[in-house]
């Protein structure tokens, strides 16, 4: 093999690497971008369901006693949060 056969598949690997190297630069900056709209998602669901527990505890407390105990048992019964980084 020539000095410039070697030359040449070399720059030939180095754009085959470079390109591989661009795709998945393009497919991690995707996943993050994804992963960054759904942790917003998240904290608007987590949000949300804050909002109507404070309804829901506000609307309990004004009406008789037995609304007041199905809303904590209810409220009692959700499943914990399974990411504790959100409240």
Avoid: V
């Amino acid at each position: 093999m020539s000095d410039s056969d070697w030359k040449a598949q070399r720059a030939e690997a180095d754009y085959l690497h470079d390109e591989a190297m661009q795709e998945l630069q393009e497919q991690l900056d995707a996943a993050n971008e994804m992963f960054r709209k759904l942790n917003l998602h998240t904290l608007d669901l987590a949000d949300r369901i804050r909002r109507l527990e404070e309804a829901g505890d506000k609307m309990a407390y004004n009406h008789n006693p037995f609304t007041f105990l199905d809303w904590q048992k209810a409220r009692e019964s959700k499943p914990s949060n399974p990411n504790p980084t959100i409240e």
